[in-house]
């Protein structure tokens, strides 16, 4: 870049010299000659002066206005997001982004201050993304402990990551990009970025269902009072792992509550995902249930969020976001309720 420009400028002083040499040569002993050559340094000054008047628009307007467009015009994805060490006011955040652009510029872009937010709404957190050389695949990895910047908005934005199929996130921020020997340019880094949600966590299912009872030999019930144990299978589309603490659920039939379920330390990666659970349940009342209403043992289950603590606290958070959501699932209880001899 600084090359090229050298080149031009040697190119013109070398061609107006020449075109000087043509006007001495034309009309010699001229007066015009004479005045060439007493002031041959103020048509340097007015040559100088107007290519900055050529020159300034293009540095200052054109070239800041072309980066400013270019930037418009890359494409933010995320590859990666772990969402770790969950408090009530905050998390540990790690983004992993490959940025496109289709620029022959490749500009440094200094490291910003960007506000992440669902479109039309406040940002619920801030990240430091750090300086980038951009090429036109660029990597960019975002690792910052964060405190919300609206507990409020953290909350809706988890709602949306739990019931979409994909969601839309705004990165808002102001940087300099510096190109070559060009003064830093002010933009504005404003990127759209689409993701994967949870999907109301469709595809959830449970297996290995094995009753507990009695206060001894292998199959009494756990110290925290859990007589049903399991697996619960998870989807996760998304490319977010979420450290969701422990995750307690309500269990419900016909709107009868019949017991919560524990998953202890849940943490939900991308991809299929297979976790204990624990539940303390109310036998009698599934009993019940098989013998009037639901004779095949298949039981119509609501299953809702309750909470999610970490480290002894309440993850509002993530509580809001799965009370907000309800999994239907037929369970079939007859395989466990006859190896544990409640039906034939
Ligand atoms: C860049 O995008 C913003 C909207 O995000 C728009 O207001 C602005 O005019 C665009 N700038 C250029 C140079 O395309
Ligand atoms: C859930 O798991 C049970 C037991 O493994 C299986 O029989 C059932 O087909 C599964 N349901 C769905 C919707 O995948
Ligand atoms: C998850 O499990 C479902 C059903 O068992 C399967 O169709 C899907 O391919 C699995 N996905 C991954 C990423 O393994
Ligand atoms: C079975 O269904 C009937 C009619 O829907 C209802 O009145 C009754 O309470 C149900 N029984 C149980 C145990 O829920
Ligand atoms: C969570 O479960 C407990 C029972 O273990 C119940 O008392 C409480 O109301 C539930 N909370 C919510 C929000 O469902
Ligand atoms: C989950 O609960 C268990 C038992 O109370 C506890 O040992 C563990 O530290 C808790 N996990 C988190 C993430 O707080
Ligand atoms: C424990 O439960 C399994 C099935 O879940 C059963 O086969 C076994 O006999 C039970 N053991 C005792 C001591 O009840």
Redesign the pocket.
């Known amino acids: 870049m600084e090359h090229k420009a050298d080149h031009l400028a040697a190119h013109e002083v070398a061609s107006n010299r020449s075109s000087d040499r043509e006007v001495v040569q034309r009309k010699r002993g001229g007066k015009v000659s004479r005045h060439c050559k007493r002031f041959w340094w103020l048509d340097l000054i007015i040559l100088a002066i107007v290519i900055l008047i050529i020159l300034i628009p293009i540095i200052f307007v054109a070239i800041p206005k072309k980066a400013q467009h270019d930037l418009n015009q890359s494409t933010l994805e995320v590859t990666s997001q772990e969402v770790t060490s969950p408090s009530p006011n905050g998390i540990h955040l790690k983004l992993v982004t490959t940025a496109k652009s289709s620029s022959k510029f490749h500009p440094t872009i200094e490291a910003f201050r960007a506000g992440l937010s669902i479109e039309g709404k406040e940002p619920f957190l801030y990240v430091n993304v750090p300086e980038t050389k951009a090429e036109a695949e660029t990597e960019i990895v975002v690792e910052n402990d964060v405190t919300f910047a609206s507990l409020d908005q953290f909350i809706d934005y988890n709602k949306v990551v739990m019931g979409s199929e994909s969601f839309v996130v705004n990165m808002d921020g102001k940087t300099k990009l510096k190109l070559g020997g060009l003064p830093r340019m002010s933009v504005n880094y404003n990127k759209i970025i689409t993701m994967k949600g949870l999907n109301k966590l469709n595809?959830l299912?449970?297996?290995d269902l094995k009753i507990l009872q009695g206060l001894t030999g292998e199959n009494k019930t756990l110290s925290d009072g859990s007589n049903l144990i399991g697996k619960i299978i998870i989807p996760n589309p998304s490319v977010m792992l979420l450290d969701l603490g422990n995750v307690t659920m309500n269990l419900a039939i016909d709107g009868k509550a019949i017991g919560t379920t524990l998953i202890p330390n849940f943490i939900l990666k991308p991809g299929n995902n297979t976790v204990s659970m624990q539940s303390t349940v109310n036998k009698a009342l599934i009993f019940q249930f098989i013998s009037t209403n639901y004779t095949d043992a298949i039981l119509p289950t609501d299953i809702v969020g309750n909470s999610s603590i970490a480290n002894g606290e309440h993850l509002t958070y993530y509580e809001n976001a799965i009370k907000s959501n309800t999994i239907h699932l037929d369970l079939?209880v007859g395989p466990a309720m006859k190896a544990a001899g409640l039906i034939q």
């Open positions: 595809g299912n449970i297996t079939n």
